[in-house]
Nanobody, 123 residues
Framework: QVQLVESGGGSVQAGGSLRLSCAAS????????MAWFRQGPGKEREGIAR????????YYADSVKGRFTISQDNAKNTVYLQMNSLKPEDTAMYYC????????????????WGQGTQVTVAS
């Protein structure tokens, strides 16, 4: 089992920044791919960034490329999402997820999920 706890959400003006954190515990070695998803009102869950813990390869959705950065601190078992130049359309619940393979944005490929943290961007 892997437990994931997100933090760092909040409200911000357009153009602002936030940093989300995802603290992992448990059998994290079994799920080396860590990802951030988001789900806005009336929208499907969207994968936006993922990182492979062994090697640090990162992948981004086009919607956030150049604005968001995923990183990790393996000593703390924590993954971060630095979000810059935020837009109102970034408003969503943000979820951290963990899975075995880092090959897709499909939520079905991720076995463990956090409870989510809300990000609201005002125009």
């Amino acid at each position: 089992q892997v437990q994931l706890v997100e933090s760092g959400g909040g409200s911000v003006q357009a153009g602002g920044s936030l940093r989300l954190s995802c603290a992992a515990s448990g059998y994290t070695y079994s799920s080396p791919c860590m990802a951030w998803f988001r789900q806005g009102p009336g929208k499907e869950r969207e994968g936006i960034a993922r990182i492979y813990r062994h090697g640090g390869n990162t992948y981004y959705a086009d919607s956030v490329k150049g604005r968001f950065t995923i990183s990790q601190d393996n000593a703390k078992n924590t993954v971060y999402l630095q979000m810059n130049s935020l837009k109102p359309e970034d408003t969503a619940m943000y979820y951290c997820a963990a899975g075995l393979y880092c090959r897709s944005w499909s939520p079905q490929d991720y076995n463990y999920w956090g409870q989510g943290t809300q990000v609201t961007v005002a125009s």
